[in-house]
């Protein structure tokens, strides 16, 4: 008598527990903020790719007759200039991040 006592008071204890994790739950959030990540990634790569296209448009609007060779190579020489300094930065932080996971932080 005192078993089936213990065991409806289990039960009952059981029923007003919390409920379990939602696993599908935590995908989808993971999965979100993915995305928003990726789409933040995305609108700063526009928006680079955009300023270094003003940057060599801009003087050729300004002055058309500049155009020559020497402006050319001037212009392609700060574009490479830009894109090593910006794979610079980007491998630091990748450097950073891959060295927070290793310690476990």
């Known amino acids: 008598m005192e078993e089936q006592m213990d065991e409806k008071i289990g ?6 527990a919390p409920a379990e994790r939602d696993p599908w739950f ?16 995305q609108q700063k790569l526009l928006g680079v790719a955009l300023l270094i296209a003003l940057f060599i ?9 500049l155009f020559s060779m020497e402006l050319l190579r001037s212009s392609l020489i700060a574009l ?7 794979a610079a930065v980007r491998a630091v932080h ?7 996971w290793l310690r476990g932080v």
């Open 94 to 100: 990748g450097l950073r991040q891959a060295l927070r």
């Open 26 to 41: 935590r995908i989808s959030l993971i999965e979100r903020r993915e995305r928003m990540r990726y789409q933040r990634r």
């Open 80 to 86: 490479f200039a830009l894109a090593l300094i910006a």
């Open 11 to 16: 039960r009952l204890l059981r029923m007003d």
């Open 57 to 65: 448009v801009l003087p050729l609007m300004l002055r058309p007759t």
